[in-house]
C-alpha cells in the first residue's frame, strides 16, 4: 500500500520560507517521478513542480518564477519542496504526488497517489 506522507506546512510572513517534506513508503521511490501540486479554497488544483525518477529533470509551474525549489533523496524515500520568498497568493493545500512512470507529468491524471495535504499560509 503506498502512502505519502506532507509534513512542514504552517503560517509563514510574506518573503519568508518553508520547506514541505513527502514521505514516501510502500513502492519503490526511486523508480517513479513525483511531483508537487496544490489547492487554494475555490480554486482548482494547479502543479506546482515535478522531478523524475534520478531528481535530475525537474520542471516548475510558471508562478514559481524560481522561487521554489524541488528535490528528491531516493536514499530516504523523501521529496522535499523548498519554498522562498512566499507571497500572499502562494496560501493553499500542499499536495504529494506519486507519478505513474519515471517521467514528470503536470497534470493530475499523471499520477497515480496522493497525500493528506499540508496547509501552507502566507500573511501579508
Known amino acids: 500500500q503506498v502512502q505519502l506522507v506532507e509534513s512542514g506546512g504552517g503560517l509563514v510572513q510574506a518573503g519568508g520560507s518553508l520547506r514541505l517534506s513527502c514521505a514516501a513508503s510502500g513502492r519503490t521511490f526511486s523508480h517513479y517521478a513525483m511531483g508537487w501540486f496544490r489547492q487554494a479554497p475555490g480554486k482548482e488544483r494547479e502543479f506546482v513542480a515535478g522531478?523524475?525518477?534520478?531528481?535530475?529533470?525537474?520542471y516548475y509551474g510558471d508562478f514559481v518564477k524560481g522561487r521554489f525549489t524541488i528535490s528528491r533523496d531516493n536514499a530516504q524515500n523523501t521529496m522535499y519542496l523548498q519554498m522562498d520568498t512566499l507571497k500572499p497568493e502562494d496560501t493553499a493545500v500542499y499536495y504529494c504526488a506519486g507519478g505513474r512512470g519515471r517521467v514528470i507529468g503536470v497534470a493530475g491524471d499523471d499520477y497515480d497517489y496522493w497525500g493528506q495535504g499540508t496547509q501552507v499560509t502566507v500573511s501579508s
Open positions: 522531478t523524475d525518477w534520478s531528481g535530475q529533470s525537474t
